[in-house]
């Protein structure tokens, strides 16, 4: 026991915080010789998916041009990448494979360019693409999951100089040694968990552990207690790396899909939401329970009953020692706030789209979508919904608090909406992740735009900020994952990798970041929970 | 606002895609796509459920292998399934199903035992009157035999678990012939959950029946596929609600019955770990 908890701290100390040195070997990737790497072409797999949405995103792209030009007014001076026509494709390595796929490799990261377009420093952009693998390959092999193919669009001078690097290191055959000696630090597949049935919708971490909650399309909440596979060092153990890993328990009692979840680690509890229109609260097991261990109905805690409609997504307050404070979002129209210490009733607000003052008049037109408390202003909560607009609610009152114009594209049907929202940790940034592949960032308390890409090649689906706050990670339909360095004004993508593989239309849809160890979750429409960890 | 939507080349096509927000009732709510038409690592598993969405009663037709598919592949997107769903009928059980009830995995006269563990499980020499209780004696904490709803959420744990092997069902594209006999085992042990149901908790049983179908689908699936030994079968034909047993009617015939051989002298009926 108190062997774990030393390696757990000594993971947390050594790579916890990912320092910014440590971040920008992963950003420089252009800096650090790759020579292996860098020859491939933007991955041909990619380019097989892409051609598909090209064409649809180039129309997408002269649409909006069209609009905005006919429609100067509505376009805001904060979303600079609006206001310039497309820019030239970025400079690609010598043996790109070819202007088509140059053009296509353009939408994802062009906005950041046309953001920088004429500025001095345009940083490097490093796109890495983790190749799809055949799928049984990859089952075959979990620890080589990661094998990364990347794809550098850097400024000249830069690439001149990586191919001088590149030139030599063949010559004097030491190409392997040294990309060794220099891989940067990226994020990598550690764990693959397989039990759940169906698409799994959402995924948690414990605060402090390396303990996961998943909610899937089956019906179930499972938690996955990872400390006993992880070694000293705080890696995978190599027991673990060689044998299904199975849930330490399977919660039942949803009669529909779960469809959010959540940890309270000062709690012990799970919350889990579903298309039943009911929370349920799990009291998490004792350390050590088997997992076929007696059945306990007393680990069945709570229901929270009140929506009368599917609960889309459900978020604890952030600060636990503060209140034991629940947010849900419905498609019965209201948010509703609970108060998870209260013994009896513990439903303590509820207001729809106007707020508690505006009571239900004519119905319901806009549902939220997703929300979130924010943390550096934490009596306020961001809310989006279906017209994708954003607006902050005080927690206490339920009274609008400001209002953010998030539907620049949104066309009055769903395939324009908000899909999630998050909060930025450290500063006062709202950010939203669009069905019409968008990413836009949101000042909290003036609520202007204040920056905007088209992030995915399919909606964006799940959300997150790393606890330092320096990069964000975007999940999205087209099954990619993508890493983006917000700390600088270009939101650069500093890594790709493809999550999950498609179930009907729908690919990736949950992404969490570990708040104190380098490890991040994702679960997808292939029902696989699969846990990256953050190192060389 | 005239902006173009995204997807101006596919604007026609419903994406099989459930946004945020959705209501419960316009959940699933895109049309019927025929098997050729689907394209993603899943579309067997699609296909099922869309034809599960489309008419749950008509059991011969979801368990009609489809044209061109395998049917090893069939059945074990079907084991999924009925797994999937048994998760929702254990919701129902355990309403009124626990220790206390039913300290012992029991469907007419007969005793089922855990298979979920390292060692088999017997009749515990210590405690004969609580065997299915915690040892508080022992160190580590040791169930002796499982409850009825131990095996059952046990079973279905388990399942998923051997369901879900990389080993032993890598692909969904072929099934390893290893990998068939475990459909056998599956099968059986899950039949043992309705049976529970129906000779302890008849009402939960029919309720959830009369909605599902399910245990007319898993009859008619291990008829079809001789999963299940006719003699195991032991909740009576004539007792399905006439609506099911309607739908039933299409059964292949009955099959020889093979010698019992998994039932012990004492009506025991003993398995080893399902994932061995
Ligand atoms: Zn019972
Ligand atoms: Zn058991």
Excluded at chain 1, 126 to 132: D, G, M, S, V, Y
Excluded at chain 2, 4 to 29: C, D, F, I, M, W
Excluded at chain 2, 67 to 86: A, F, K, S, T
Aim: glycine share 6%; net charge negative; aromatic share 6%.
């Amino acid at each position: 026991m108190r062997e774990r908890e030393a390696a757990a701290a000594a993971a947390t100390t050594s790579q916890g915080n990912f320092p910014k040195s440590n971040r920008n070997s992963a950003i420089f990737v252009g800096s650090n010789p790759q020579p292996a790497n860098i020859i491939t072409p933007p991955a041909s797999t990619l380019s097989q998916s892409l051609s598909k949405t090209a064409a649809a995103s180039a129309a997408l792209l002269a649409a909006q041009g069209k609009t905005r030009s006919a429609t100067p007014a509505t376009a805001s001076p904060t979303t600079p990448s609006a206001q310039h026509p497309l820019p030239p494709p970025p400079p690609t390595t010598s043996n790109s494979a070819g202007a088509s796929e140059d053009d296509e490799m353009i939408d994802p990261l062009g906005a950041g360019d046309r953001r920088e377009q004429g500025g001095a420093d345009g940083p490097e952009r490093a796109l890495l693409q983790e190749r799809e693998r055949d799928a049984d390959m990859e089952e075959a092999v979990p620890e080589n999951v990661d094998e990364v193919a990347m794809m550098v669009s850097a400024r000249k001078k830069w690439k001149q100089q990586q191919q001088q690097l590149q030139k030599q290191q063949m010559a004097q055959g030491k190409k392997e040694r040294t990309a060794m000696e220099h891989q940067p630090r990226m994020w990598r597949t550690k764990f693959t968990l397989r039990s759940h049935l169906d698409t799994v919708r959402s995924v948690a971490f414990h605060s402090t552990e390396m303990v996961i909650i998943s909610g899937s399309e089956d019906g179930t909440v499972k938690l996955w207690n990872l400390k006993s596979s992880l070694d000293r060092d705080g890696g995978v153990s190599k027991k673990a790396a060689h044998q299904d890993i199975e849930p330490n328990i399977t919660y039942r009692g949803h009669s529909h899909m779960v469809t959010s979840v959540a940890l309270s680690a000062e709690q012990g509890r799970a919350y889990s939401a579903s298309l039943d229109s009911t929370i349920r609260v799990w009291r998490m097991p004792p350390e050590g329970r088997e997992t076929y261990a007696a059945v306990d109905p007393s680990l069945n805690l709570a229901s929270y009953v009140g929506h009368t409609d599917a609960i889309w997504d459900i978020r604890l307050f952030p600060l636990p020692g503060v209140s034991h404070l629940l947010a849900s979002a419905s498609a019965d129209g209201t948010i509703k706030i609970w108060d998870t210490a209260a013994g009896s009733s513990p439903l303590k607000n509820s207001w729809s789209y106007t707020g508690v003052e505006g009571a239900s008049m004519g119905g319901v037109r806009h549902i939220p979508t997703s929300l979130d408390f924010c943390p550096t202003d934490l009596k306020k909560l961001a809310v989006s919904y279906t017209n994708s607009i954003i607006k902050v609610f005080d927690v206490e009152t339920g009274q609008v608090v400001t209002t953010f114009k998030g539907d620049e594209t949104y066309d009055n049907t769903s395939a324009t909406q908000i899909n999630r929202i998050v909060a930025h940790t450290t500063m006062s940034l709202v950010i939203s992740g669009h069905e019409d592949r968008h990413i836009r960032f949101f000042d909290l308390n003036s609520g202007s735009c204040t920056f905007s890409m088209q992030a995915h090649l399919d909606g964006v689906t799940s959300l997150d900020v790393d606890p330092s706050g320096l990069t964000l990670v975007s999940g999205g339909h087209d099954s990619s994952i993508r890493l983006w360095d917000i700390s600088s004004s270009a939101r650069t993508c500093v890594q790709e990798f493809t999550g999950h593989r498609r179930k009907g239309d729908e690919g990736v849809l949950s992404v969490r970041y570990h708040q104190s160890l380098p490890w991040m979750v994702s679960g997808g429409a292939d029902g696989i929970v699969k846990v990256y960890q953050h190192g060389v | 606002m005239a902006l173009e939507p995204p997807h101006s080349a596919e604007e026609t096509k419903v994406l099989r895609r459930l946004l945020p927000g959705t209501k419960l009732e316009n959940s699933y709510q895109w049309p019927f796509i025929s098997l050729d038409q689907l394209d993603s690592s899943f579309s067997l598993q699609e296909y099922l459920q869309a034809l599960i969405r489309k008419d749950r009663e008509n059991v011969g037709a979801l368990v009609a292998l489809p044209p061109g598919q395998d049917d090893e592949v069939w059945q074990y997107e079907h084991l999924r399934q009925l797994c999937l769903e048994l998760n929702h009928f254990v919701v129902q059980l355990e309403t009124e199903c626990n220790r206390e009830t039913c300290p012992e995995m029991k469907a007419e006269e007969w005793l089922y035992l855990c298979a979920a563990h390292q060692a088999p499980q017997s009749v515990c020499m210590i405690c004969p009157a609580q065997r299915y209780t915690y040892h508080s004696n022992m160190a580590k904490l040791v169930s002796c035999q499982c409850c009825a709803i131990d095996y059952i959420v046990h079973t279905l744990d388990g399942a998923s678990t051997l369901l879900n092997s990389n080993r032993f069902f890598p692909s969904r594209i072929s099934i390893p012939e290893p990998s068939l006999k475990h459909y056998q085992s599956i099968a059986r042990r899950l039949y043992r959950i309705f049976a529970h149901a129906w000779f302890h908790h008849r009402e939960v049983f029919e309720s959830y029946e009369n909605e599902s179908f399910l245990y007319a689908r898993f009859l008619h699936l291990s008829r079809q596929y001789k999963l299940v030994s006719q003699q195991l079968i032991i909740i009576p034909d004539g007792k399905l609600s006439s609506t099911t047993s309607r739908k039933v009617s299409a059964v292949s015939p009955v099959m020889v019955a093979s010698p019992i051989t998994e039932t012990a002298p004492v009506s025991l009926a003993n398995d080893t770990r399902a994932s061995e």
